[in-house]
């Protein structure tokens, strides 16, 4: 069904590409810090959603059409953007939901569908990550086995690689975040998040 020795290099390299910094490790990073692991789990559903599907429509061509109208990616890089500088402004002034409160007061929780629909746009909005798909993905499939079986072994090694790199980092902003509390420095701790938030949307903008 899959050619081993292909797997062998596959493994390790995307491997490396998913632990490596990028906006959405960021993400995780921070809602760790804010909504804790299990609730960036949501995050981390819709993000995994989104790079399926690149990875799927990169392998298939639909990625080489896509990269010619820049367009779709600016209104999904906008949307997202203006989305992550409006919560990192209210976490730097420690206002709205995914502010963190001081010792004591109740926390507020963004939605679920808030959070899911954040990473699956983080995941799609980046032509970097299409074209990468479309030049790395190929390469690892053998033309003289099936398709499709390949395609799904793939795309799932790479969820789950995505998966384990993301609550790895959301995993480290809450032990951050409750180091910070700890310390009574939360305000500190809101202005981090709020700078990573601030980060993440721009490098979605310049991506």
């Given at each position: 069904?899959?050619?081993?020795?292909?797997?062998?290099?596959?493994?390790?390299?995307?491997?490396?590409?998913?632990?490596?910094?990028?906006?959405?490790?960021?993400?995780?990073?921070?809602?760790?810090?804010?909504?804790?692991?299990?609730?960036?789990?949501?995050?981390?559903?819709?993000?995994?959603?989104?790079?399926?599907?690149?990875?799927?429509?990169?392998?298939?061509?639909?990625?080489?059409?896509?990269?010619?109208?820049?367009?779709?990616?600016?209104?999904?890089?906008?949307?997202?953007?203006i989305f992550l500088v409006y919560i990192g402004g209210q976490m730097w002034w420690a206002k709205g939901k995914l502010a963190i409160p001081q010792s004591?007061?109740?926390?507020?929780?963004?939605?679920?569908?808030?959070?899911?629909?954040?990473?699956?746009?983080?995941?799609?909005?980046?032509?970097?990550?299409?074209?990468?798909?479309?030049?790395?993905?190929?390469?690892?499939?053998?033309?003289?086995?099936?398709?499709?079986?390949?395609?799904?072994?793939?795309?799932?090694?790479?969820?789950?690689?995505?998966?384990?790199?993301?609550?790895?980092?959301?995993?480290?902003?809450?032990?951050?975040?409750?180091?910070?509390?700890?310390?009574?420095?939360?305000?500190?701790?809101?202005?981090?998040?709020?700078?990573?938030?601030?980060?993440?949307?721009?490098?979605?903008?310049?991506?």
């Amino acid at each position: 069904m899959v050619n081993l020795a292909l797997m062998g290099a596959f493994i390790p390299t995307f491997l490396f590409v998913s632990v490596t910094p990028g906006m959405c490790m960021t993400l995780a990073m921070t809602l760790g810090m804010t909504q804790g692991v299990r609730r960036t789990l949501w995050m981390m559903w819709g993000e995994m959603l989104g790079v399926a599907l690149v990875a799927i429509l990169a392998v298939c061509g639909v990625a080489a059409m896509m990269l010619q109208f820049p367009a779709v990616f600016q209104w999904f890089k906008m949307a997202g953007a203006i989305f992550l500088v409006y919560i990192g402004g209210q976490m730097w002034w420690a206002k709205g939901k995914l502010a963190i409160p001081q010792s004591g007061v109740r926390r507020e929780l963004l939605p679920r569908r808030t959070l899911f629909s954040q990473g699956f746009v983080t995941a799609v909005s980046n032509p970097k990550g299409w074209a990468f798909h479309m030049a790395l993905l190929p390469p690892f499939i053998d033309s003289q086995l099936a398709f499709w079986p390949q395609l799904l072994v793939l795309v799932f090694l790479i969820i789950l690689m995505e998966f384990l790199s993301m609550l790895l980092y959301a995993s480290g902003g809450k032990a951050l975040g409750a180091f910070f509390q700890q310390q009574n420095k939360v305000q500190w701790l809101n202005r981090i998040a709020a700078s990573l938030m601030f980060g993440v949307a721009l490098w979605m903008l310049l991506g």
